[in-house]
């Protein structure tokens, strides 16, 4: 009897218990509105997870909002900050 069924069915096997479901969020940031951004986050996290998914991807800058130029100061925050 040849093995290499077995094995075959095995990787499949495995490959699938090692998957994963992934969210993509296509978001519309308000420019400059970081708390509001992250709550919006959190509402398309719920969501992501509800649906099954343990990966969720957003664009880059959704948290500040897009084409900052002039406020990237004042939405500029500490990775600990809390309201993140």
Not at 38 to 61: C, N, Q, T
Not at 63 to 74: C, F, H
Request: charged share 25%; proline share 5%; net charge positive.
């Amino acid at each position: 009897m040849d093995a290499r069924p077995r094995v075959r069915r095995q990787a499949r096997a495995d490959a699938r218990s090692l998957s994963i479901r992934i969210a993509i969020a296509q978001c519309a940031p308000a420019l400059g509105a970081v708390r509001r951004n992250v709550d919006m986050h959190m509402s398309w996290i719920a969501r992501a997870k509800a649906a099954g998914a343990r990966l969720v991807i957003f664009p880059e800058l959704s948290l500040t909002g897009y084409y900052l130029k002039d406020l990237a100061a004042d939405v500029a925050c500490a990775a600990d900050d809390p309201q993140l």
